[in-house]
Every structure is written in structure tokens, then in C-alpha cells.
């Protein structure tokens, strides 16, 4: 039987849920630099840098440490889909894979 803990994508699945759930920001298929802030707990910049990360560069390569978005308008708004979200947790896990899972570390 395949628990959460043994699927990447369901793990990461998880943790989102979890995170959406602290920063009160719920499911959606898409989500606002600020809203991605607030489950990842960094400053808004700290998003927009990560979403920069993610574009190619001049080899036609992309940064794992990176975060796809999309830009709305003309503006420097942008949108993070669900996906994206999820594809990041499974790439970027590496602090539970070295200090396991704390979450009551994080209970109010």
C-alpha cells in the first residue's frame, strides 16, 4: 500500500494543504505572489526571485530552485499555478530530507 509519505507528489500535496491552511489562503488553481509569500513564509521579493529563477536561460535551461509562473497584463503581476506549487514542494524538499518532518515544531 503507498502512503502520502511514499509518493513525492502526495507528499508534496500534503504540505501544501498544510501551508494554505496556516497561511488561511485556500485551494485554488491559481495564486497571487503575495498568497505564495504567505504559504512559504518569505517575503514577497523572495517569490518574484523565484520566479525569475525559473525562466530560461541563454542555454535554454531552467533553475530547480525555481518557481513557474505565468504574468498577467502588462504588469509585473503574477500569477503561481496549483501545479507549479506542487512541482516545487516534490523538487525542493531537501530540508525534510535532512531534518525529517517537524510540523509541531510549527502548532500554534
Given at each position: 500500500m503507498t502512503t502520502?509519505?511514499?509518493?513525492?507528489k502526495q507528499r508534496a500535496e500534503s504540505h501544501l494543504s498544510w501551508a494554505t491552511g496556516l497561511a488561511n489562503v485556500g485551494k485554488?488553481?491559481?495564486?497571487?505572489v503575495s498568497?505564495?509569500?504567505?504559504?512559504?513564509?518569505?517575503?514577497f521579493n523572495t517569490v518574484k526571485k523565484?520566479?525569475?529563477?525559473?525562466?530560461p536561460d541563454s542555454a535554454n535551461e531552467r533553475d530547480?530552485?525555481?518557481?513557474?509562473?505565468?504574468?498577467?497584463g502588462l504588469g509585473e503581476h503574477r500569477r503561481i499555478p496549483?501545479?507549479?506549487?506542487i512541482d516545487w514542494f516534490t523538487r525542493n524538499n531537501s530540508y525534510?530530507?535532512?531534518?525529517?518532518?517537524?510540523?509541531?515544531?510549527?502548532?500554534l
Open positions: 502520502a509519505t511514499d509518493n513525492p485554488k488553481p491559481a495564486y497571487r498568497e505564495v509569500a504567505a504559504i512559504l513564509n518569505v517575503h523565484l520566479c525569475d529563477m525559473w525562466e530547480a530552485r525555481g518557481l513557474d509562473s505565468y504574468r498577467i496549483y501545479e507549479a506549487l525534510e530530507r535532512q531534518y525529517g518532518e517537524q510540523q509541531e515544531l510549527f502548532k
